[in-house]
């Protein structure tokens, strides 16, 4: 049996410390995980930002469509109108010898019977889908970028914009409207948006 010896009261046996060759595997062993870890943060922001100008770009051709359809806002408060297709008195397509085009001039319903100069014209110019319009007088200095807005505009590139004649009767009483674009993501890869959808005259 062995005899257990008493410490020395006051007396304190020296810490063992670490040795360099542990420091240098910790040192290594750190070292890698930043890498990973930077490597990874890397990897998760060059995908989000590719993700977020994919989004950024089927948000603004999906909105441009539906400004086309229901109306580009025209009027300030109260007085707020929307001049579309699904509420226009007249549509006709412009500067064509088809029944296609990218010029689509809506006259708005009004209170003061069918003679107005109120307009929306939409059209593709400079590599983007604007909207110039005339209401009650009033006409913006600049045509409204909607498909791309102003602040992408160097990013997204329009592929198509393409309107055409569905109905068979002599007015033009329903359209299909043709959208595409595209972004890049990356150095040498793009993410594209294709819409085709039919807007009808009530």
């Known amino acids: 049996m062995t005899k257990r010896v008493k410490p020395i009261p006051g007396f304190r046996h020296p810490e063992r410390g670490m040795t360099l060759v542990e420091v240098i595997v910790v040192m290594i062993i750190s070292t890698l995980l930043i890498m990973i870890s ?17 989004a950024e770009l089927q948000k603004e051709a999906w909105e441009c469509l539906s400004t086309i359809k229901n109306g580009v806002p025209v009027g300030t408060g109260l007085n707020t109108e929307f001049i579309g297709v699904t509420n226009a008195l007249q549509l006709r397509l412009m500067n064509t010898a088809t029944n296609s085009g990218t010029y689509l001039r809506i006259t708005p319903p009004t209170d003061r019977g ?6 929306a014209l939409f059209y593709l110019y400079d590599g983007a889908v604007r909207c110039s319009y005339l209401h009650k007088g009033y006409q913006p200095a600049t045509p409204l970028y909607l ?3 102003k602040k992408n505009k160097d990013k997204i590139v329009v592929d198509k914009f393409l309107i055409t004649k569905i109905n068979r009767e002599q007015d033009l009483l329903a ?6 674009g595209s972004v890049k993501t990356g150095t040498n890869s793009f993410r594209k948006v294709k819409f085709k959808t039919k807007m009808v005259k009530k």
């Open 114 to 119: 069918l003679d107005t100069s109120d307009y």
């Open 175 to 180: 359209i299909q409207v043709e959208l595409e």
């Open 147 to 149: 498909f791309p807005t």
């Open 38 to 54: 930077a490597l990874g943060i890397g990897l998760f922001l060059r995908k989000y930002k590719e993700l977020n100008a994919w």
